[in-house]
Nanobody, 124 residues
Framework: QVQLVESGGGLVQPGASLRLSCAASGGSISKYAMGWFRQAPGKEREFVAA????????DYADSVKGRFTISRDNAKNTVYLQMNTLKPEDTAVYYCAAERNPWIVTTINEYDWWGQGTQVTVSS
């Protein structure tokens, strides 16, 4: 059973940057695809970014392409989401998820383990 813990969220002004971390325990995630999702108040959870087991393949939602970068350090059992040029519409709870498959997927239902989320608020 993999446990995921997100960190790095906070309150920032528009245009700022944040780096989210997702630390895994209870098992290695080195062979799993990993993803980041977010859920804004009153909205459904949505895909943000995903990365394959090796980091060789990545995918992003159109709304974050060019601003967010997903990466991983399998030696540290950790996945990251670098978020630049943040906008108020990026405000949401951000969740990390793991999928027992090496290749990236973007569908929520295909992910097997989820973290508790970290709040990101972008406001002036």
């Amino acid at each position: 059973q993999v446990q995921l813990v997100e960190s790095g969220g906070g309150l920032v002004q528009p245009g700022a940057s944040l780096r989210l971390s997702c630390a895994a325990s209870g098992g290695s995630i080195s062979k799993y695809a990993m993803g980041w999702f977010r859920q804004a108040p009153g909205k459904e959870r949505e895909f943000v970014a995903a990365i394959s087991w090796s980091g060789g393949s990545r995918d992003y939602a159109d709304s974050v392409k060019g601003r967010f970068t997903i990466s991983r350090d399998n030696a540290k059992n950790t996945v990251y989401l670098q978020m630049n040029t943040l906008k108020p519409e990026d405000t949401a709870v951000y969740y990390c998820a793991a999928e027992r498959n090496p290749w990236i997927v973007t569908t929520i239902n295909e992910y097997d383990w989820w973290g508790q989320g970290t709040q990101v608020t972008v406001s002036s």
